[in-house]
């Protein structure tokens, strides 16, 4: 059996460590491409979200380098993520790919077919073995986000353009020839050294804009076609509440273990959006009204097309908009996005933001300046 | 004076209408419908709601604007859930919110929200809370909760048993539908609010008949096969609209009688997206049932519509034509 999984941002770092630590064989796919892209379009169904079509791309790029079962998660609902599973299963048997489909689901009581499927893909591991591997692939997540935070700290204070991602794409790819959770540490703390140590101007007070939407497309940089990056260029700290880490902990973990979710999202988002409704519906309105709380200058919410549960979001942010005084940008991507168009947009926006805010400071000068 | 409780004519008013009805009724309130779907409703309702939404959506809207000024309440459930296990699509779950925050001038919002998910006892909850607009009497509400219940039931049988009411369609197409007179039955699949909705679909339930075909839809299947059906699939289909497609599509393979399926999409549904894929690629695998896809949205054609529909119908008869043709050389032969 050569395992492969779905790339979505740096999840597959935390793929790596579990199945290095378990030693499985596997495969992770060529990262996001417009190949990858163009295949799924090509198979998957015309009104998908983007999430399914990249999926069956990298299945499909790593089926030709000789992957025979893919590992997805599941879900039970309302939104297409917890189908996807099956989606896969029935548009790779159609096109002939011959390749088993196992999806980690939340048991639903049924626990005994958990552990079968965690026991298939955990090959000769024992128990401890399995629990352990679990436990530093979490680890793994939160580390990898941490430095991903770093980067989002940095980049609009770099003197030098281009320094964090050198550095930060460097990481990417090198973690790639690593083996195990321990040396994967290693290389997150060698390369926040690294990062650290970028000449910045500490004079410089970015706008801060926060990002808000669905998981896949808020964490996969091809997807939202670089948008941490382009923001850190035009002097943007940009904040991501919706991570990995944090879906393992608040999803995985607490949906196994009794702790008390986080759930300030929700409060916040009560007065519009009470209820869950699938995806990240209430994250998106909530975390929308937080960010204007923490005095944010702005908010972006991106999604894939056809997002069913962003779509009512995107219906109510404008009463949050309002409400809160914070602007709002929403950006939808599909297979057809240009990006030249999207940047446009973000610069628009940032460049409103800017006034804004240089108004503000204008201002506070002005009454001052008599003292 | 009674108090009006308005119900927009969209969504799942094709299914639950008499049930509604009769629960507000019999508790003193005046019920009131908005007009059936015309292009004032469809215009509102595009420029109010997201451009992303789908088109049931967008209609919904426009049904519900079309309902202020004419009413004391709007009654817009907030249907996480109307069975067990299941949900409907995460639109239904924030649709109050998404008309309480983009459509002005309401007048009172009645959006309980029903959750049978986990159990049904939700539902007697829910009647409770909705029924106390109307009525201080909890044992009143409950004894109007399960007539409407009964009515219900009475409701859903007649349509199985192909009577459609008038809440569906005018009487002269319901009785042509009852009829079942010609050699050549199609299945229309789609939700309730297409299949149902003549302005939407752009009439095809009567063009059908004009082209002399006996039309099958998904309420007229027995559910009880289908969940059988349904219930076979490797990963349980955790939405409502889901099970009904994918298991009367299993079911309609089995009968040998169905001549060709129809399947009417929302453009922007995310449901139909991954059921219509699914149901095509069982129809493909498992038989050779001419199958087609036609797709709704606010810019639909008449003609495209027209012409479409005629090529597949042609394309039944001379398939049928081939099969007789076919039957009348081999009986020679022997």
Redesign the interface.
């Given at each position: 059996m050569i395992l492969t999984f779905p790339h979505m941002g740096n999840t597959y770092i935390t793929a790596k460590a579990l199945l290095d630590d378990l030693g499985t064989n596997y495969i992770v796919p060529p990262f996001n491409n417009k190949k990858a892209l163009e295949l799924g379009t090509k198979y998957a169904p015309e009104l998908a979200c983007l999430p399914l079509k990249i999926n069956i791309g990298n299945f499909i790029q790593a089926y030709e380098q000789g992957a025979d079962t893919v590992l997805v998660t599941g879900g039970c609902g309302p939104c297409r993520a917890g189908y996807y599973c099956e989606m896969h299963r029935e548009i790779l048997a159609d096109i002939g790919y011959k390749m088993d489909v196992i999806s980690l689901e939340l048991p639903d009581n049924d626990f005994k077919e958990f552990f079968r499927r965690i026991g298939k893909i955990s090959g000769k591991s024992n128990f401890f073995r399995i629990i352990k591997a679990i436990k530093n692939a979490s680890k793994v997540a939160i580390e990898v986000d941490k430095l991903e935070k770093l980067t989002y700290h940095i980049r609009p204070l770099e003197i030098r353009k281009g320094s964090t991602d050198k550095i930060y794409k460097a990481f990417q790819h090198n973690v790639l020839k690593l083996k195990g959770s321990n040396q994967i540490f290693e290389l997150i703390d060698k390369t926040r050294e690294t990062l650290l140590k970028i000449e910045i101007d500490r004079d410089i007070k970015p706008i801060k804009i926060g990002i808000v939407g669905e998981i896949y497309t808020t964490i996969d940089p091809f997807s939202n076609v670089f948008i941490d990056t382009k923001l850190g260029k035009l002097g943007v700290e940009v904040d991501h509440t919706i991570t990995v880490s944090n879906y393992i902990i608040e999803h995985l973990v607490k949906g196994i273990i009794p702790i008390g979710k986080d759930l300030e999202y929700a409060k916040a988002a009560k007065p519009y959006l009470g209820t869950m409704i699938g995806g990240h519906a209430q994250e998106t309105i909530g975390d929308t009204i937080l960010y204007a709380q923490k005095h944010y200058d702005g908010v972006i919410q991106i999604y894939p097309l056809t997002c069913m549960p962003e779509i009512v979001a995107e219906s109510i942010l404008p009463a949050v908009e309002n409400d809160y005084r914070i602007p709002v940008l929403t950006l939808i991507v599909d297979e057809m996005t240009g990006e030249a168009g999207f940047l446009t947009r973000i610069e628009a926006f940032v460049d409103l933001i800017q006034r804004k805010k240089g108004s503000k400071v204008i201002e506070e000068r002005r009454a001052l300046s008599w003292n | 004076m009674a108090k009006k409780v308005g119900i927009a004519r969209a969504l799942f008013f094709y299914q639950y209408y008499p049930l509604w009805k009769s629960f507000f009724e019999e508790l003193g309130a005046e019920v009131v419908i908005s007009s059936t779907t015309n292009k004032k409703i469809l215009d509102a309702g595009v420029k109010a709601?997201?451009d992303?939404?789908c088109l049931p959506v967008k209609l919904y809207h426009g049904h519900i604007i079309d309902l202020i000024g004419k009413v004391d309440y709007i009654f817009i459930p907030?249907l996480?859930s109307i069975s067990k296990?299941?949900?409907?699509?995460?639109?239904f779950?924030?649709l109050p919110?998404?008309i309480k925050?983009?459509i002005p001038g309401l007048p009172k919002i009645i959006s309980t929200?029903i959750n049978l998910r986990k159990s049904d006892h939700n539902a007697l909850k829910a009647a409770l809370e909705i029924g106390s607009y109307f009525s201080s009497n909890k044992a009143l509400i409950k004894k109007a909760y399960e007539n409407s219940l009964k009515n219900y039931r009475l409701n859903r049988a007649s349509i199985k048993a192909g009577k459609l009411p008038d809440y569906l369609t005018d009487r002269n197409l319901s009785s042509k539908i009852a009829q079942k007179s010609s050699n050549m039955n199609v299945a229309v699949i789609g939700h309730v609010y297409n299949v149902y909705d003549c302005y939407t679909n752009m009439d095809i339930l009567s063009k059908l008949i004009k082209h002399d075909v006996n039309i099958i839809t998904i309420d007229m299947l027995d559910s009880k096969l289908v969940n059988e059906k349904a219930s076979t699939?490797?990963?349980k289909?955790?939405?409502f609209f889901?099970r009904k497609v994918i298991g009367s599509v299993m079911h309609l393979l089995e009968r040998k009688d169905i001549d060709g399926i129809i399947y009417l999409m929302s453009?922007?549904?995310?449901?139909?997206?991954?059921m219509?894929?699914?149901a095509e690629?069982k129809i493909r695998h498992d038989s050779n049932i001419p199958f087609t896809v036609l797709t709704l949205d606010e810019h639909s054609g008449q003609a495209g519509m027209d012409t479409r529909l005629e090529a597949f119908i042609d394309m039944i008869k001379m398939k049928l034509n081939k099969s007789e043709a076919a039957k009348v050389i081999t009986n020679v032969a022997t």
């Open positions: - | 709601c997201v992303e939404a907030r996480t296990k299941e949900y409907i699509c995460p639109k779950g924030g919110d998404m925050h983009t929200e699939l490797h990963k289909m955790f939405w889901g453009f922007g549904c995310g449901i139909d997206a991954f219509c894929d699914l690629k």
